[in-house]
């Protein structure tokens, strides 16, 4: 990729090969393109493809992609990316935890607002039963604490959400602790979120209780792969009875 204190000397040069035409929309569309959204590409199997996406990646006014590679290598073919290399920075990282690891490393790192997770495989969405509910979270680093915010298409409010506030908060956590920041904020926005009939008289008996004080979780000082559930231990929780609420189809 060219320095950033090259391309306009580039783009100048190359003004004299375009119609008055190409220049008009080339100057229309440079001032959408965007450094805010960072496409992520992992584990790429062929180099047409690879190429096919660096073309995409720069038609849609994107500067930067990133090629998580684990069995394949994101080497495009440079025929077939037809120039579109030269104004896409193309980052390869591993597609493991030496993710977190480059994180710890360099806790300046740009990326750090740019962490975004799909939860599901589109590719899947022919075989599953239903779309995912929640379906893409993020991180961002702010001073020394890293949060999370999770996106969710669907979630009933009796046995969902509880599950998905408690497993996503724990992973904040977790994720934080392996990366040497401090645990900061969990943010969760529900597009639909609802309460099932045979739900409303157990929701109704719970908002009568008076919330207790918050039980303290503990994280054993291991590496986040070698985590099992017999090292993420809770102290001081005194849970009201327990109250029942069916499964809904």
């Not at 090629?67 to 990316?81: H, I, Q, Y």
């Not at 409010?157 to 920041?181: D, H, Q, R, W």
């Amino acid at each position: 990729m060219i320095p950033k204190n090259r391309l306009q000397e580039t783009f100048d040069y190359l003004k004299q090969f375009l119609t008055d035409e190409r220049l008009s929309k080339i100057e229309h569309f440079s001032q959408e393109s965007s450094d805010f959204v960072l496409p992520v590409m992992e584990d790429v199997y062929q180099f047409r493809n690879a190429a096919a996406i660096v073309r995409s990646v720069e038609a849609c006014g994107f500067h930067h992609v990133v090629a998580l590679e684990e069995e394949n290598v994101f080497n495009p073919n440079l025929k077939v990316t037809k120039g579109a290399e030269t104004w896409v920075k193309v980052e390869k990282m591993p597609n493991n935890l030496d993710s977190l690891k480059e994180i710890k490393k360099n806790p300046n790192h740009p990326n750090l607002r740019r962490l975004i997770v799909l939860a599901w495989n589109p590719a899947n969405a022919s075989i599953s039963k239903l779309p995912p509910c929640h379906y893409t979270f993020a991180f961002n680093v702010m001073g020394n604490k890293l949060n999370c915010h999770l996106t969710q298409r669907s979630g009933d409010v009796a046995l969902g959400i509880p599950f998905n506030l408690a497993c996503y908060s724990l992973l904040t956590m977790m994720i934080a602790k392996e990366t040497g920041f401090e645990a900061g904020e969990f943010a969760h926005t529900i597009i639909d979120c609802h309460v099932y009939e045979n739900h409303v008289e157990g929701l109704k008996e719970q908002l009568k209780r008076t919330p207790r004080e918050l039980p303290k979780l503990n994280i054993a000082d291991k590496a986040f792969d070698e985590l099992g559930f017999d090292d993420i231990t809770v102290e001081g929780y005194e849970p009201d009875p327990v109250i029942k609420f069916e499964v809904a189809v």
